[in-house]
Every structure is written in structure tokens, then in C-alpha cells.
């Protein structure tokens, strides 16, 4: 038994966290640099003298805490800033800084987005059952509404889509189903946009990907679509005979008024069938046969 399970592309959606390299250099340098400069000039000998490194000791996680809100966006990110759980701004791409306890940031990737959309199961006007996969292509035009306008967009827009899929469907035929997959498509996005738009998303297309029919359905297809290549080749045949039939008529009809043209289409046959060894010809004057004719004609006439 054949494997029928389809393998889809998983989408992959990660922060990639380029400002921890840069924390650790503003967190490290400094406070190395802070306790060799206090080493070198105190030079702690005594108890006294290592007393003097506690400012230096407390100092420390108050720096990490500082340090800490150093952030990096790459290109396709926006930062989501907010302040005490209000919206502040969108920054990024490149350095931004979060202020440590008041501020917390939601990185948004904007580029184009894939989403797949699988066995959905639908049902036509003409009541035929099909699974219908497909797969959905969105971006985030709008950062500080993805975020504050719904709580998970990307579940939200596959979900939407995944509905809207199936309005459309059920208000088509089987044959407006596989024949008009484009004016399908372009009416799911318009329908898809139309919503998402106050979510800060914008729907750049959807794509069916595949249409499955029952298995008794496809054999009628089949063999419906052999009765029609067969009866184009049977129209075909019957077109092509008739205007064999047509010229042979008016070729007839030349011959008839001009009686040269019928003995040299004689010669030429005859010529045919001479370049064969294997071929006997034997030859009856064209001129016995009209004579012929002409006595049989003028012995009716007198009898």
C-alpha cells in the first residue's frame, strides 16, 4: 500500500537575536576595564583597599540591567515598543534601545509570509464533495495593528482564509470549480483583504495547490472526456470525408467537360502503377469505349 499522507512546508517564525554579541562587548569591556583600572591604582594589599571594590561589585548588575536594553532588529524586522503596556513607537531596523522594567518590545518580521492552508473539505452548488489544499501569502503592512489589533495574526489570517475558501467553493459548480481557479483566487483575496486590512495585513495571493474528487467521480470524468475525444474524432472524420467527396465531384466535373484531362488523369494512374515490377497492366483504348458507347446509343435510337 502506497504512502498517501503529503508532506507541506513548515513556516518557520524566530526573533534572531543579533544583539547579544553587542550586549556581551557594552557588558564585558567596560567592567573589565573598571576592575584592572581599580588593580592597578589601589593595588589592594589590605583589607581596606579591597573594601573599595564593593562600589565596583554593585555597580555591576547595575550595568548588566542597563546593557540589557540594547536590542538589534534585523532589516525585515520592526520593534514593537511598549511602555508600561502602552503602545510607544515601532523602531527598527538596526539598534534600538528598550528602557529596562518600563519597556518591553514584540519583534515583527515583514516580509512576505506562506501559510498552508490543507484538506479543506468543501462542497459545490452541484453537491460534489472535494478536498481542496491551498496555500496563503501575506505580509505585515502595519506592525503596531498586528500586534495591538489581534492576538495571534497568524492564526487569525489562516483561519479567515480557510473560511472564506469555503464560502466561495460552495457557491460554485464542479466544472466553475476546476476551470475558473483564478477569478477564485483573486475573489478569496479580495473577500481575505477586505478583513484583514484593519489588522494590518496585507494579502498578496492565495494559491489552490490541489483538488481532490471522489474516485468514482474522476472514472465518469474519465471516461466522459473519452466520449468526447471520440466523438471530436469522429466529427473530424466525417468533415474530412465530405470534402474528399466535394472535390472528387467537381474534379469529376472537369474531366467530364474536357476529355483530354480525363485520358491524361488515366495516363497518370497508369503511370502509377507501372513502377512496379510486381504490377500487369493491360491496356483498353479509351477511344473503344466511346465508340462502344456510341454504337449502343445509335442502335437504341433505331430500334
Not at 508532506?7 to 569591556?29: C, D, M, N, W
Not at 465531384?249 to 474536357?258: E, P, S, V, Y
Request: hydrophobic fraction near 45%; aromatic fraction near 8%; glycine fraction near 6%.
Amino acid at each position: 500500500m502506497t504512502n498517501t499522507n503529503k508532506v507541506y512546508a513548515q513556516p518557520t517564525e524566530q526573533h534572531i537575536s543579533l544583539g547579544k554579541g553587542l550586549r556581551g562587548i557594552l557588558f564585558y569591556v567596560p567592567t573589565i576595564l573598571l576592575f584592572l583600572l581599580l588593580f592597578v591604582f589601589l593595588k589592594p594589599t589590605n583589607y581596606k583597599n579591597i573594601r573599595s571594590f564593593i562600589p565596583a561589585l554593585i555597580f555591576t548588575p547595575f550595568w548588566s540591567v542597563i546593557v540589557g536594553g540594547v536590542r538589534v532588529a534585523a532589516e525585515w524586522e520592526r520593534g514593537v515598543i511598549l511602555r508600561l503596556g502602552k503602545f510607544q513607537a515601532v523602531r527598527g531596523g538596526g539598534v534600538l534601545y528598550v528602557i529596562p522594567i518600563f519597556e518591553s518590545v514584540s519583534f515583527i518580521d515583514i516580509r512576505t509570509k506562506v501559510i498552508n492552508v490543507p484538506h479543506q473539505k468543501v462542497i459545490t452548488r452541484d453537491n460534489v464533495p472535494a478536498e481542496i489544499d491551498s496555500a496563503l501569502f501575506f505580509m505585515v503592512s502595519d506592525p503596531e495593528k498586528a500586534v495591538t489589533s489581534i492576538q495571534d495574526f497568524r492564526f487569525a489570517v489562516s483561519e479567515y482564509a480557510q473560511a472564506a475558501l469555503r464560502d466561495v467553493i460552495g457557491g460554485l459548480t464542479l466544472d466553475e470549480l476546476l476551470s475558473e481557479r483564478d477569478q477564485i483566487q483573486t475573489r478569496i483575496v479580495e473577500i481575505v483583504e477586505e478583513q484583514v486590512r484593519d489588522w494590518g495585513l496585507h494579502i498578496d495571493a492565495i494559491r489552490l495547490q490541489d483538488i481532490e474528487l471522489p474516485e468514482d467521480l474522476k472514472r465518469m470524468m474519465s471516461r466522459q472526456a473519452s466520449a468526447e475525444r471520440e466523438k471530436r474524432a469522429t466529427i473530424t472524420k466525417a468533415d474530412g470525408d465530405r470534402q474528399a467527396a466535394e472535390s472528387l465531384a467537381k474534379a469529376a466535373q472537369i474531366m467530364t467537360n474536357n476529355p483530354i484531362a480525363l485520358e491524361l488523369r488515366t495516363l497518370q494512374t497508369l503511370d502509377g502503377l507501372g513502377a512496379s515490377p510486381s504490377n500487369t497492366v493491360i491496356l483498353f483504348p479509351v477511344e473503344m469505349g466511346s465508340a462502344i458507347e456510341k454504337i449502343k446509343s445509335q442502335l437504341s435510337k433505331k430500334s
